[in-house]
């Protein structure tokens, strides 16, 4: 039985409530449950007690998490928890060589064999709601989580007992995606060159046309776009909107420069005047110089870019879903002015985008 499922038969959630936590988690990516308590229609408590009982695991509780032992802490590291999704938590009774571990998904066989080789012991798993493990793993590691995990605490929700202190975020709360309307759509023939000689282009206009079009999972649209900018830009970024902010997803840096902030780390305000803001609040390509002349926006982009000498125009194209953006592509190249054409298909992959998306949301419907 799957979560969403589980929670509809306990009438733990409404059929429409579902519904949008599939259509954000399309969005956003995250765990199912994720998106559920994000959107505020259950709690992290009440999610650990269904994830316990469709697992079959014990929950790895707030007092686990930050009694967790040191020294398997150092000996897993932080690199492989974060990429495993786990963290031990202690032996299992004195003298034993089995190791509680807290896992968001503990039936996944490939990370328990990992855990148990890393950690040279038999592995018991925990189950964790995803949200919670990631601030724990930033609180005993000290790395960053992504943006996108950093969420505002909702007014009249429970709180998480991490939510004290989660980062700042601007308040409002997340909003729900909007039901799926689909626009006519243009396709255009590329003559578009490479902005370098020296930098090949990875993927063809056509090829990153088929791929969107195609696309089983939303990780396979941003690689689209940014298998598309290699060779044409000098740097692409793909941004989630949430929370009154444009957050980190992939981006591109072309060579020989490189970010000085990873991507997913990337939170930019959308308030006052930028080409992102511009974009958002229009619905329309912005291409130009920045609308600003102090460019804060802009100015920490290309910092965390690493982009020097500053671009002098920058393009910002919307994703819309019913004439809301759920996505911003910025992109720049430093040589002078982005090529119409590269402008023109940035566009019409945005509009294939949007159509994959809904693609997207009915499968996990129909699932």
Known sequence: MKLGTLLLRNAAIGLSQLEAALRNQVLYGGRLGTNLVELGFIDLELLSTYLAELSGFPIATPTLLDDADKGLLTRLGGEEAHRLRAMPLGYLGSGTQTIAVAMVDPTDGNALEALGKQLGASI??????ELRVLYYLERHYGLPRRARFIRTARAGSEADPADERRRSQPAGGIAMPPAFTLEPRRRRNSSQAPFSDSIPTALSYGAACEKIDTATHREHIAEAFINYAKGRCDALVVLL???????????????????????????????????????????????????SPAKPIETTLWQALGAEPHPTEVVAVPILVKQRPVNLVYAHTLG???????????????????????????????S
Do not use: M
């Open 336 to 366: 002078g002015s982005p090529p119409t054409s590269f402008v023109n298909e940035l566009q019409d992959l945005a509009s294939r985008a949007q159509t994959s998306y809904l693609r997207l949301i009915r499968q996990t419907r129909g």
């Open 241 to 291: 909107i949430r929370d009154g902010n444009a957050i980190g997803w992939r981006g591109y840096v072309a060579p020989p420069r490189v970010p000085k902030l990873p991507f997913e780390e990337l939170s930019l305000p959308l308030g006052g005047a930028s080409a992102l803001q511009s974009a958002h609040d229009s619905g329309h390509v912005f291409v130009g110089p920045p609308p």
């Open 124 to 129: 018991t798993p925990y189950v964790v709601p």
